[in-house]
């Protein structure tokens, strides 16, 4: 049985995933040490080269048990970390991060004014 962190490799494209101990199955639709994993396992990050990526989530996502709800704007890095707080530039433009970790809500990015 596979656990804990595994990489696939799909005709040339690398799918990243987490196994649960004790099931063996993919973890969906959570955050994992800090990393966001999405509806069908495989962790959501920044691709071709980006330090950050926006992501509207698609389901609602256990974190902290609670949940980021559906149709929020999250942030995550190269490394499928969730960006909870601050100003992150993605492809140029600075956004700044509205999260709640205490209870099921709704997350944002907005613009920043300070560019």
């Known amino acids: 049985m596979v656990t804990g962190k595994t990489t696939v490799e799909d005709d040339g494209e690398i799918y990243n995933y987490y196994f649960d101990k004790k099931l063996g199955v993919a973890l969906k639709n959570t955050v994992k040490d800090g990393v966001v994993y999405g509806p069908e396992g495989d962790r959501v990050d920044a691709e071709d080269g980006n330090t950050n990526a926006k992501y509207i989530v698609t389901?609602?996502?256990?974190?902290?048990?609670h949940k980021i709800l559906k149709d929020s704007v999250i942030i995550v890095s190269s490394t499928g970390k969730l960006r909870t707080s601050g100003s992150v530039k993605v492809d140029g433009v600075k956004y700044d991060i509205h999260s709640n970790t205490k209870e099921d809500a709704t997350w944002t990015v907005t613009e920043s004014n300070n560019q």
């Open 59 to 65: 389901e609602d996502i256990t974190y902290n048990g």
